[in-house]
């Protein structure tokens, strides 16, 4: 993600077309350098725009200035979500889900070589149905959580942490 102006970028969804309908298939983000202001969503923004495969997001370099959100902003992913952060800096959260939208299958995250503030395995205000895995390597993480903020996760949860700095597990 990049913007041709130099101008930062608002906000990253898949798909930012409310109620039209579901995304048939996988998406992928890609950032790998540019600004975003707002938050990162693998998945779409609003109840009915869904996703009916998985969601990815990697990033490799580039400045968020919200939030990270593997899944979608009240609108679900019906299988996956994945997020890698390798570069770059997020001055918000990284969440493994979405954002008052489920994930149904399971949802991964992996955090290395950079220095981030709060990390959640699954989502904010958002169940994941599966299971949870968190990789962190060679990063420091001020609050790391497993699970999800202010809700369930049906799955179990894996952490491997190699080489990192986490004050509060």
Do not use: C, H, R, W
């Amino acid at each position: 993600v990049n913007s041709s102006n130099g101008k930062p970028i608002i906000e990253v969804y898949t798909s930012i077309i409310e109620k039209l309908g579901l995304i048939d298939g996988n998406t992928n983000i890609k950032i790998s350098g540019g600004i975003v202001d707002g938050n990162v969503f693998g998945g779409s923004n609003g109840e009915v725009a869904s996703i009916t495969g998985s969601s990815n997001i990697s990033i490799t370099g580039g400045t968020i200035n919200k939030s990270v959100y593997g899944g979608g902003n009240k609108a679900y992913v019906s299988i996956d979500s994945t997020v890698s952060v390798t570069g770059g800096t997020v001055k918000g959260t990284v969440f493994g889900g979405g954002n008052e939208a489920a994930v149904k299958g399971n949802s991964s995250v992996t955090i290395e070589n950079v220095t981030l503030k709060d990390v959640y395995g699954a989502g904010n205000l958002a169940v994941v149905e599966g299971d949870i895995l968190v990789n962190v390597s060679n990063a420091t993480i001020s609050n790391m959580y497993a699970g999800a903020n202010q809700a369930d996760i049906n799955g179990d949860v894996v952490i491997y942490i190699d080489k990192s700095t986490l004050p509060n597990i």
